[in-house]
Nanobody
């Protein structure tokens, strides 16, 4: 079993920045991919950014050029640097680890972009 603990959410003004972190612990053997998803009220959960074990990265179009995903393999941690935040980025952000043994989700962290 893998536990994911997220941190870094909060309230920020439009144009501001936040950095989300997600640290994994437990039965970690071979991580295939790590990612960040978000879910806004009344909307489906969507993939925001994903990085594979091979280093391939993809982003949803709406965050390209503003968000950066990165990882620290030694500490089983994935980050999401979010710049130039917009009100439409407001959502609960979830991290996600994919291993051969299954998929794990964090508990979610709220990001609110508002003046």
């Amino acid at each position: 079993q893998v536990q994911l603990v997220e941190s870094g959410g909060g309230l920020v003004q439009p144009g501001g920045s936040l950095r989300l972190s997600c640290a994994a612990s437990g039965r970690i053997f071979s991580i295939h991919a790590m990612g960040w998803y978000r879910q806004a009220p009344g909307k489906q959960r969507e993939l925001v950014a994903r990085i594979t074990s091979g280093g391939s990265i993809n982003y949803v179009d709406s965050v390209k050029g503003r968000f950066t995903i990165s990882r620290d393999n030694a500490n089983n941690t994935v980050y999401l640097q979010m710049n130039s935040l917009k009100p439409e980025d407001t959502a609960v952000y979830y991290c996600n680890f994919v291993q051969m043994s299954g998929v794990s989700w964090g508990q979610g962290t709220q990001v609110t972009v508002s003046s």
